[in-house]
């Protein structure tokens, strides 16, 4: 396994297994770094990536509703209430809570999964504001993405929307006839069969009725101390901050003797290095022949 940040490459002694590119959220973000310092887009990638007969085992997009237009509660209370049209025999709906410091309970969010999570093709909305609460201690009225729908499939399904993705380059055309195709949102009509209801308004309007265009948009971070830092912050912070106390008090170094007895692994050396570094630095611009210049 070789690991750069969040970007993971895991390879196998056994060829026929080949090699596996794991980008998540954040490994996305870390290898949009590299792709603009090589001057590439997305799609450039994906096309080398079936130029050299790779294969696509997972894919997801995802549409950030930053104005509030989703109601995810509303969207939950629809589906039970069968106002829903769609191909998903499956749904199932979460709510977080977790214990704050009065030991009250505080809302942690509401998850909305359309379609069984072991098919090759469902749909996910949640509410971001609080995840990014529950995550990183971000107030939900600060978070800038308050919603997320998330479009998750693998295998074939995930290939044919990359081959969309790179025959038109435009990803709302991609995500937004996946989702009219699998799913649509109504209101009860009793005297209507329920294929001729209307669709809802804040759905027609999240689908695009008088909604602004969306692009594939991107936001590059490249790969920095942040997540070590942040883990330091919240796990071991406190308990730092308790041994200082106890030197004062005790008129001892623990905690600077700690630090210098302690050894740096490779993994640490990595990171010193990565920062120390710039992403063109990192990008070897020498291309083998034998490779015909993929990857």
């Avoid at 060829?15 to 954040?26: I, N, P, Q, R, S």
Wanted: glycine content about 6%.
């Amino acid at each position: 396994k070789y690991v750069l940040g969040d970007i993971n490459i895991m390879c196998s002694m056994q060829e026929h297994l080949g090699v596996l590119l794991e980008l998540k959220g954040k490994g996305c973000r870390q290898m949009e770094s590299y792709l603009l310092a090589q001057e590439r887009s997305w799609y450039d990638f994906m096309l080398d990536c079936l130029t050299a007969s790779g294969k696509m085992k997972r894919l997801d997009l995802a549409i950030n509703d930053k104005a509030g237009i989703l109601d995810i509660p509303k969207l939950k209370e629809k589906y039970k209430a069968g106002e829903c049209i769609s191909y998903f025999r499956m749904q199932k709906d979460y709510s977080g809570t977790e214990k704050c410091g009065s030991d009250l309970p505080k809302n942690t969010g509401e998850t909305l999964y359309l379609g069984s999570t072991s098919s090759e093709l469902y749909m996910c909305a949640y509410q971001k504001n609080y995840e990014q609460y529950v995550k990183n201690g971000i107030e939900v009225e600060d978070t800038e993405i308050k919603n997320r729908f998330e479009i998750r499939m693998k295998n074939e399904r995930a290939y044919y929307a990359v081959v969309d993705l790179l025959t038109y380059r435009d990803a709302e055309r991609t995500a937004f006839s996946i989702i009219n195709h699998y799913v649509r949102f109504v209101d009860r009509e009793d005297d209507k069969p329920k294929s001729q209801w209307k669709t809802n308004d804040d759905w027609a309007w999240f689908v695009g009725e008088n909604r602004e265009p969306i692009r594939l948009t991107t936001k590059p971070e490249p790969y920095t101390l942040q997540k070590a830092l942040h883990w330091l912050q919240r796990q071991v912070a406190p308990t730092i901050k308790m041994v200082q106390a106890l030197d004062r008090e005790n008129h001892t170094t623990i905690l600077k003797d700690m630090i210098e007895q302690a050894e740096l692994k490779g993994k640490h050396k990595h990171l010193l290095q990565l920062e120390k570094s710039t992403i063109e630095e990192r990008i070897d611009t020498a291309v083998p022949q034998e490779n015909d210049g993929i990857f």
